[in-house]
T-cell receptor, first 115, second 112 residues
Framework: DSGVTQTPKHLITATGQRVTLRCSPRSGDLSVYWYQQSLDQGLQFLIQYYNGEERAKGNILERFSAQQFPDLHSELNLSSLELGDSALYFC??????????????FGPGTRLLVL | AQKITQTQPGMFVQEKEAVTLDCTYD???????LFWYKQPSSGEMIFLIYQGSYDQQNATEGRYSLNFQKARKSANLVISASQLGDSAMYFCAMRSNYQLIWGAGTKLIIKP
């Protein structure tokens, strides 16, 4: 158990819908990362937050948005869902950004299936 | 450009043998970190080992060790005395600009 929690574990929804994935980082971790893992794309970095502020953006679609709240938990919002959004979505957290603090610990993931 | 290359898409290894998973990297950053993660079929992503670019000694964590050759830009994972539970996907990653750059992974299957 990494200490990172993600809810829900599984999510089945229809095209065009909107869903929210939730992540609680390990105690003491300030940085949160979101990843998408699909069979054909591998592991794709989406976005990173550090202490409530966005720090880095990867291959995140405009239909997707995220935020990190004052209590450091984070939410990833996926809207206008398409079949191709079906994937495993991971949240990870790290202590900080400095060398020695940047090891990312992953949550169990949310499996999203868009029908 | 920052890049991680894992040249072995899949490997079969006999139980109890040692196994080396290859990882080469390309970066212009003077300081970087290299990571290995394991992803079993259940899906979770498990951190295994970390090597900082300025670390003089190769990192070790139990049966895992990282064979870091800076001049050759390689960071191979060595698993000693492999076990059936080691069957999984293994990913090499490199820290760059607060992000991790990921390799495509190696699928390791341990044969009894």
């Amino acid at each position: 158990d990494s200490g990172v929690t993600q809810t829900p574990k599984h999510l089945i929804t229809a095209t065009g819908q909107r869903v929210t994935l939730r992540c609680s980082p390990r105690s003491g971790d300030l940085s949160v990362y979101w990843y998408q893992q699909s069979l054909d794309q591998g592991l794709q970095f989406l976005i990173q937050y550090y202490n409530g502020e966005e720090r880095a953006k990867g291959n995140i679609l405009e239909r997707f948005s995220a935020q990190q709240f004052p209590d450091l938990h984070s939410e990833l919002n996926l809207s206008s869902l398409e079949l191709g959004d079906s994937a495993l979505y991971f949240c990870a957290s790290s202590r900080g950004l400095a060398e020695g603090q940047e090891t990312q610990y992953f949550g169990p993931g949310t499996r999203l299936l868009v029908l | 450009a920052q890049k991680i290359t894992q040249t072995q898409p899949g490997m079969f290894v006999q139980e109890k043998e040692a196994v080396t998973l290859d990882c080469t990297y390309d970066t212009s950053d003077p300081s970087y970190g290299l990571f290995w993660y394991k992803q079993p079929s259940s899906g979770e992503m498990i951190f295994l080992i970390y090597q900082g670019s300025y670390d003089q000694q190769n990192a070790t964590e139990g049966r895992y060790s990282l064979n870091f050759q800076k001049a050759r830009k390689s960071a191979n994972l060595v698993i000693s005395a492999s076990q059936l539970g080691d069957s999984a996907m293994y990913f090499c990653a490199m820290r760059s600009n607060y992000q991790l750059i990921w390799g495509a992974g190696t699928k390791l299957i341990i044969k009894p």
